[in-house]
């Protein structure tokens, strides 16, 4: 497991988010999330999904979209900031009630379940990444102004990440 950020022991707290560029200004919505259900939310639930790395955000998205989409279409990549890491609350892997829910297999009732119970108790959720599982996700509730934009950039991933056939 990557260490958790030092932030996490005081100080700000930086997260990644990647959306498409059409999106880049309602990025902390959940308009997504509240459309479609997630691993850890049902649908008309607005959650943001992120990571604690820019690297994960990025995997995060192409285990859904493909690299190359990634290529293809505009995406941008920000970063937000948690001025109060003390708000966070860090799901270690043992911690999660079933370990099937850190695979790649389709979410449960259950785990939905458990998912939004901790949004609506903690508002930020660190949890491990079923992609990167020794990396980290955060998911949190919007609307609550507790966070910040710090930066928003064109993503450029890497070529080779879509090489030619």
Do not use: C
Request: aromatic share 8%; charged share 15%; hydrophobic share 40%.
């Amino acid at each position: 497991m990557t260490p958790l950020p030092a932030a996490l022991g005081g100080g700000p707290l930086t997260g990644w988010r990647i959306d498409t560029a059409g999106h880049a200004a309602t990025w902390d919505s959940g308009e997504g999330a509240f459309l479609y259900a997630g691993r850890w939310h049902d649908r008309g639930f607005r959650a943001v999904y992120a990571s604690l790395d820019p690297a994960t955000a990025m995997l995060e998205v192409a285990v859904h979209k493909g690299f190359d989409t990634l290529d293809r279409v505009p995406h941008v990549l920000t970063a937000f900031t948690i001025d109060d890491p003390a708000r966070v609350t860090v799901h270690q892997p043992a911690a999660i009630p079933n370990p099937g829910w850190l695979t790649s297999a389709t979410a449960s009732r259950g785990q939905r379940d458990w998912g939004m119970v901790q949004l609506r108790a903690h508002g930020f959720v660190v949890l491990p990444s079923a992609v990167s599982r020794r990396s980290w996700n955060i998911l949190f509730l919007a609307g609550q102004g507790l966070h910040r934009r710090t930066s928003q950039e064109p993503l450029a991933p890497d070529t080779r990440l879509n090489p030619p056939a």
